[in-house]
């Protein structure tokens, strides 16, 4: 009689990791919320770039057939939503994102936008909160790349080249030329502010509001400017 050899199995190790989604939230009418998103994607495009995007349906609350259509809406406009959020729902279905429970819902309001205002791109959905610190960067950014500090505020030393991006949890503070697009208070943080030495940004938002460089007025173009919110505005002023 041969005795079989036992059999060895090997382990299947799990690993968790945690990543920071951006949330959007999309509301009704849905052709005016999207044509809100293309406005932002025409002031920033390829920011939804290789980023996931979670999709909070608890306002729009919408059926399986429209949210099929919607996530194959946003796919067109490159934007690829990993997850969803919906109270009291498990599952939309096969082919859709899976449904996720817990995270805080962070939306994109066009419709109690002030005149003149504009909102910013969705906050990241909510990840517990590391103890703050500051990014110094001690070499200019250059056009094209982009720097996503989610634990404080960020420094530049140098100037911030057209076409790229700083995205900041706290503050951003630059010592030079600020010529593309600065996001500061991104995990929603209010009193974040934004400092440049000599101001021709694209764009600057705090804390889910924004305004392009149209919308900025010419007094505060080619100076040291601070951007900050305030009563659900953005200002930006200069500060010589």
Known sequence: M?????????AIRFHARSFVAFALAPEAPLSNWLQGLDRWIENSPGFFLGRPVVLDLNVLKPSAGE?????????QRGIRVYAMELAGVDDLGPGLPPVLKGARPSTLDETVTPPGQKSAPPAPAEQPQPEARTLILETPVRSGQSVFHPHGDVIVLGSVGSGSEIIAAGSIHIYGTLRGRAIAGAMG????????????????AVDGWYRTADDMEASTRGRPT?????????WVAALD
Do not use: H, M, T
Request: proline residues 2%.
């Open 189 to 204: 943080n209010s009193g974040a502010r934004i400092f440049c030495q000599k101001n021709e940004a694209e764009l600057l």
């Open 2 to 10: 041969v005795s079989a050899a036992p059999i060895q199995k090997k």
């Open 67 to 75: 949210v099929a259509g919607l996530v194959d809406e946003l796919a």
């Open 226 to 234: 601070q951007a900050y919110l305030e009563n659900d505005v953005i």
